[in-house]
Structure formats: C-alpha cells, structure tokens
C-alpha cells in the first residue's frame, strides 16, 4: 500500500464548478502538507501548504488537512479553463528534510 | 534568473547505453533532488542531495547514479539503460525552510528501446 493514495481522476467539470481534489495517507509522522500544480508537459509548482491540522485559503483555493482521518483535500471555486492541470498532493515529515512523498496526482479539466 | 535548468530536453537510448542527466540551479539552494514520473506513479525520489557534499538514496535508487557536483549542479546517471527507465526525469531544488517548497525544471522525457 502507498504512503498516500490520490484519486487520478481524470476528472472534467464545467467551467464554474466547485472542485474538491484529496488524498489520504498512511503516515501519522507527516506535518506538512502540500498542494503542486502541473500543467501539462511542464514541471510541478507549488501551489498551496499548510502545517498541521486546519484550513488555508488562498483566493478561489483552500486546503483543508484533517490528521486524525489522516485526510487532505484542496477546494477550487468558481475553477476556470486556466485551472486545468495535474494536482498533486505532497506531505513530510518533521525530521524528513525536504524529502517529500507524493500522491499520484489527479488529472483536472475543466472545460468553458 | 533561470530557475532550474535540465539538458537534455529528450533523448532516446538503446538499451545497455549510458548517459548522464544534468542539472544547474541560480537560486542557491542547498538541496536538490531527482525524480522519475511514470503515469499512475506521481513523482518518485531518486536520489539526493541535502547539502553539498552529500548524497543519499530516495525511494527507487536502483539503476542510477548522482553526482553532486557543486551547491549549483546536480546530475544523474544511468550506467546501463534498460526500459523500465523510460520515463520523464524531473531535477528540483530547495532551501531549507520549514516547507523546503522544491522549484522543478522542465523535465528530460527519456525513452530506452
């Protein structure tokens, strides 16, 4: 079983929709969460990170991170064209450095 | 600044053949690190390299090699090719914060025949 299992997708919805992307993983040592983004042919870049429990907002995105579910999710309103990418979570530990584990990514469209 | 840069962009090997991935960051960071992405598999560790002078394994190190060559290049090397190394191989760098945010490079997109 992976350290964090991520739902691929793909998953396309219209223009406008709410999107929730999660993942959940195994690890309780992990403390830092990460959202990347990765359009297509490209590098990831980080999109959003949070530390611990709780929620982040950060204009039409906001993660949320539940550790006793050990459960992280990122929420796009209002998603455009433009958002339309691969979403990959990312977690460490404390004493793991920058050693990051990542989900498998989901593939969103979203579409005018 | 360039960010993280990575030649080649492609290269196509025959399996049992060599080559050397390579790596330069202007940001001047002290970590850096090298992926694989196989669709399905998100991003795996390699290998690398916390501060100058040190190198340690990642999740599927077998295969390759690194060489930290100085705080701004970092390159991987497969010594004897094989396909199950056809994948896209992505270079990053970070410093050491709290979230040690990787900036990536635009990926090398190799295919072993």
């Known amino acids: 079983q992976k350290e964090v299992e991520q739902d691929p997708g793909p998953l396309s919805v219209p223009e406008g929709a709410i999107v929730s992307l999660n993942c959940t993983y195994s690890?309780?040592?992990?403390?830092?969460f990460m959202w990347y983004r990765q359009y297509s042919r490209k590098g990831p870049e980080l999109l959003m990170y949070t530390y611990s429990s709780g929620n982040k907002e950060d204009g039409r995105f906001t993660a949320q991170v539940d550790k006793s579910s050990k459960y992280i999710s990122l929420f796009i309103r209002d998603s455009q064209p433009s958002d339309s990418a691969t979403y990959l979570c990312a977690m460490r530990g404390g004493t793991s450095y920058g050693k990051l584990t990542f989900g498998q990514g989901t593939i969103l469209t979203v579409h005018p | 600044n360039a960010g993280v840069t990575q030649t080649p962009k492609f290269q196509v090997l025959k399996t049992g053949q060599s080559m050397t991935l390579q790596c330069a960051q202007d940001m001047n960071h002290n970590s850096m690190y090298w992926y694989r992405q196989d669709p399905g598999m998100g991003l795996r560790l390699i290998y690398y390299s916390a501060s100058e002078g040190t190198t340690d394994k990642g999740e599927v190190p077998n295969g390759y090699n690194v060489s930290r060559l100085n705080k701004r290049e970092f390159s991987l090397r497969l010594e004897s090719a094989a396909p199950s190394q056809t994948s896209v191989y992505f270079c990053?760098?970070?410093?050491?914060?709290?979230?040690?945010?990787?900036?990536f490079g635009p990926g090398t997109r190799l295919t072993v025949t």
């Open positions: 990053a760098s970070s410093e050491w914060t709290d979230y040690y945010e990787q900036y």
């Open positions: 690890n309780s040592a992990f403390q830092y």
